[in-house]
């Protein structure tokens, strides 16, 4: 899956990726039923999700509660923000 993909590409050493990895897991488990149904609804939520909590971590992230809720909040910041016509947020 492409956002599996994005995770497993991404510059950081292997303790911050598997905390980055379960972070995305436990979010996705959190909200993937609001996506369910829709095969490109899901993968282009999972992708926002990586993108998501990627922006959020960096090297010495290890808390996955903490980037699970980060990356939760500014994937809803975009998805807010692209319905009243804005910018995606970044970190």
Known sequence: ??????????????????????????????????????PLSEQNARLSLAEAILSVATETSRDVHVLKNAGLQVMALNYRSQLLGGPKVSN
């Open 1 to 38: 899956m492409k956002a599996q993909a994005l995770i497993d590409g991404a510059s950081f050493g292997p303790e911050a990726l598997h905390a980055i990895g379960r972070a995305f897991d436990e979010a996705w488990a959190e909200i993937a039923e609001h996506f369910a149904g829709d």
